[in-house]
């Protein structure tokens, strides 16, 4: 079955950016997301891309796909303290199969 | 989220009680999902329903029972709680928006002592 990885954690400076890497192992996967998870709080949707595309732009925020080596990654321009957090890498062969999760980047933001 | 909403958002157990976690969305999607999170395991799944009386499971379901009577209600019951079942459980729905992503609820956290 799927599975997904990510690095544990990451540390940057306020105003730098921020990549997550994620790497899955399913090449079937078609919908790959991004959520944030604040403390004590549930998971949010950030971002999604599909398989058939490269890259996505979403304000600060940028998705890479690179479905030959099966690595995702995530891109925060412009770090801010409000975005430390866990983000997860999730994917999903089709649209109502189960979404299989990484473990988890912490982002530490140093103001 | 609004359209997801789980109860309670707390609770506390004696080991061997039976215990029910309900997760209600108005939203009518087809698809709901129950996860438990726990440190060094991150989301796991547990049972998953994809339409009324229709359910499935996932890779952690053994102590685990879950129904689902109405599009809007899906119940998770731990029919016989132990300390392993001490997590955060959160309910997930799926639909059409957002690139087929899940809608989360705001979890519960549940401590079996």
């Known amino acids: 079955g799927e599975d997904v990885e990510q690095s544990l954690f990451l540390s940057v400076r306020e105003g730098d950016s921020s990549v997550i890497n994620c790497t899955y192992t399913?090449?079937?996967?078609?919908?790959l997301y991004w959520y944030k998870q604040e403390p004590g709080a549930g998971l949010q949707l950030l971002t999604y891309?599909?398989?058939?595309?490269d890259m996505k732009q979403d304000q600060r925020l940028t998705v890479l796909l690179n479905k030959k080596d099966k690595h995702l990654s995530l891109r925060i321009a412009d770090t801010q303290t409000g975005d430390s957090a866990i983000y997860f890498c999730?994917?999903?062969?089709?649209?109502?199969?189960?979404?299989?999760f990484g473990p988890g980047t912490s982002l530490s933001v140093i103001p | 989220d609004a359209g997801i909403t789980q109860s309670p958002r707390h609770k506390v157990t004696e080991t061997g009680t039976p215990v029910t976690l309900r997760c209600h969305q108005t939203?009518?999607?087809?698809?709901m999902y129950w996860y438990r999170q726990d440190p060094g395991h991150g989301l796991r799944l547990i049972h998953y329903?994809?339409?009324?009386?229709?359910?499935d499971k996932g890779e952690v379901s053994d102590g685990y029972s879950v129904s689902r009577s109405k599009t809007e209600d899906f119940l998770l019951t731990l029919e016989s709680a132990t300390s392993s079942q001490t997590s955060v459980y959160f309910c997930?729905?799926?639909?059409?928006?957002?690139?087929?992503?899940?809608?989360f609820g705001s979890g519960t956290r549940l401590t079996v002592v």
């Open positions: 997930a729905i799926r639909g059409q928006g957002k690139g087929y992503g899940y809608t």
């Open positions: 399913d090449s079937s996967s078609t919908y």
């Open positions: 891309i599909f398989s058939n595309m």
């Open positions: 999730a994917a999903s062969e089709t649209s109502y199969d189960k979404v299989i």
């Open positions: 939203e009518n999607h087809r698809y």
């Open positions: 329903s994809y339409g009324v009386k229709d359910t």
